[in-house]
């Protein structure tokens, strides 16, 4: 049942899901600069897709086959829901299913989901419970706990106990958000919990990981299977590689150019709005002469061709 995770390369790095930054555009961008060994994709309400159907989730599904390993992130709190969602996940093609258990988002944690589930553990349950109806290997996403870091040992340990394939912790709780540093002072004492309660489960760690080479220190320290990276890919998009290199104005212009590519090619199957481009254009647009005048003129922009425009200006 965990082929895709102990499949993976040992350790294994992931770009994570972030809501409005990881769908299949920008995945295919990451790609092209430098691949992590798994994709997530947006976090996608279960609830809302078992009551409305795909136009309750807009594009967040949307993927192509050559995105494999790919794992679908879905929340909420209804399992009945989680299941009919995980199965849709299973034939479209997805390798596993992720629950995210760890979303501050208060729209999220209001409805019992993302978050929220660190105060209901037997819900967790029901709901890791309900994804595995789909067949896939299934894992959870998470923080440490929700007011304080001292919840972790109950919280984590209780997860462990629900023979997931992985489990990747953000080492924040809800309510720090990431305002604070992320506690790696805890690493070894999670993994300890882990190798006592789950030896089957693998480890992911998550926050403030710039790249890759960041992640192996920590993996080569803390013994830890897997590392995620989030925003670090917004500092860095060739974060991946397994050899730092230096990229010049060219291959980050050349990135936005492929971004613009393939934002006009997927507008032609499904509606997608201009403006959430925006907030692509630090990554690409920065560290040469003019970067911030440029990238001023860009968010005045109304459309992908007056970005190329001025661009090539």
């Known amino acids: 049942m ?3 995770w102990h499949d993976l390369p040992k350790p294994f790095f992931i770009l994570a899901p972030m809501e409005a930054v990881t769908d299949v555009v920008f995945r295919h961008v990451v790609k092209h600069a430098a691949a992590p060994d798994l994709f997530f994709t947006e976090f996608t309400n279960a609830t809302g897709w078992a ?13 192509t086959d050559d995105e494999h390993p790919i794992v679908a992130q879905l929340w909420g709190a209804e399992p009945e829901a989680m299941t009919k969602l995980a199965l849709h996940c299973k034939e479209l093609g997805y390798d596993g299913i992720d629950i995210n258990m760890g979303c501050p988002d208060a729209s999220a944690v209001k409805s019992g989901g993302g978050a929220g589930m660190i ?11 309900a994804a595995k109806a789909s067949g896939l290997p299934v894992s959870v996403k998470t923080r440490l706990g929700y007011s304080t870091p001292s919840e972790w040992q109950e919280w984590l340990g209780h997860l462990f106990r629900q023979d997931i394939a992985n489990l990747t912790i953000h080492l924040r709780t809800k309510k720090e958000m990431s305002k ?21 489960t693998l480890l992911t760690i998550n926050g403030d990981i710039r790249d890759r080479q960041h992640g192996e220190e920590l993996i080569a320290k803390h013994g830890v299977d897997g590392v995620m990276v989030g925003r670090g ?3 860095n998009p060739f974060a ?15 990135l936005l150019n492929l971004q613009l590519d393939l934002h006009d ?49």
Request: aromatic residues 8%; negative net charge.
């Open 2 to 4: 965990n082929s895709l």
């Open 233 to 235: 890919i917004f500092h």
């Open 180 to 200: 604070v540093d992320a506690h790696f002072e805890l690493i070894d004492d999670i993994k300890q919990l882990r190798d006592e309660i789950a030896p089957g």
């Open 51 to 63: 009551a409305a159907g795909d136009k309750a989730i807009g594009t967040r599904l949307v993927k």
């Open 119 to 129: 105060r209901t553990p037997e819900l967790a349950s029901a709901m890791i419970a």
């Open 265 to 313: 090619e997927y507008e032609k199957l499904a509606p997608r709005k201009f403006d959430p481009l925006k907030r692509f254009f630090k990554i690409y647009v920065r560290e040469f002469d003019g970067a911030a005048e440029l990238r001023d003129k860009l968010m005045h922009a109304k459309s992908t061709d007056e970005v190329r425009a001025l661009i090539d200006a």
């Open 240 to 254: 991946f590689e397994t050899k730092p290199n230096t990229h010049t104005k060219e291959d980050l212009l050349e």
